[in-house]
């Protein structure tokens, strides 16, 4: 390695992606039911109590919008190109009974989360016997997950925006053990490169850079939010195991995540599979 080299590589350590606190502001929210009037209402005051925290800071203008509005995907985005809300409340599988098998959210669901800016609050359909308990909770423990936090400002201060005063905000970040795996197998094949050394300063990086972002967000949102805990979760295993393991351990009650990609239009990294799976926890889809 020459000099140059090792300069930039010591630049380059030094280096730290900051977070900046931003507001997030929601103005009005689209409530969206398959059913009567009567159930929708009963539907939007248990979203209502459950989102408490939009009420606490904003005069926020709810709309209800009952099964008989719309019939078809096109229907619905017109009402919510309509609308402009700043958030949309609905449940999994609307107009449809594939509620009972776990293999989608539905195509009204999906187009919602995809087709349109707007980010969506995803509740348990009202069927599953567990949306009774999620009903009277409140956004107390929320969790930030995605493949990649370091920079990631806008998922930070949406899972921020929407936990409660006095709540738990974890920043959560996994590193896929079997990819790391797949790498150092080839450096292991390598032979100017000592795998042992490799091996022990990668991952002491890939942690290290997650963890000085989140220490920059618990800066940052001591000022900003200064009511809520903001606590460190950083780790490496299986995706879809480590975050079903750390929802079930903080006894999550909002997970917060990005659903669009700008380079597919189908949903972004672990969204969908880990949406698709955690069907008794609400979901905030960006």
Known sequence: MTRI???ESFFRAAARTVFTPEPVEVGSVLVISDRTASEADDF????RTFLKVL????????????????RTV?????????????????????HSESWRWPYTLGEYVDVL??????????MPHPEQAELPDVAHRRTQSVMAMTNRLTGDNRLVNYAARYTQDGGTLYLSHVEDDAVFELYMEAISK???????????????????????????????????????????LVTSGHHMQEYRRLIEEHDVDLLVMNTKDEDQLAMHGLAYPLAIELRTIPLLML
Not at 74 to 94: A, F, K, M, N, Q
Request: aromatic share 6%; net charge negative; charged share 25%.
């Open 74 to 94: 096109p229907d619905l985005l017109e009402l919510v190109e309509g609308e402009h809300p700043g958030l949309i409340c609905t449940y999994r599988h609307l």
């Open 55 to 70: 009420d606490q800071t904003e005069n926020i203008r709810w709309h209800v919008v009952h099964g008989d509005e719309f």
């Open 113 to 122: 989360t995809q087709a349109t800016t707007t980010p969506v609050v995803v």
């Open 190 to 232: 390598i032979a100017s490169i000592d795998t042992d050394v490799a091996r022990s300063e990668i991952e002491a990086r890939l942690m290290k850079d997650p963890k000085d972002y989140i220490e920059s967000c618990q800066v940052g949102l001591s000022s900003s939010a200064p009511s809520l805990e903001v606590e460190s």
């Open 44 to 47: 939007a005051a248990q979203a």
């Open 5 to 7: 080299d090792q300069f």
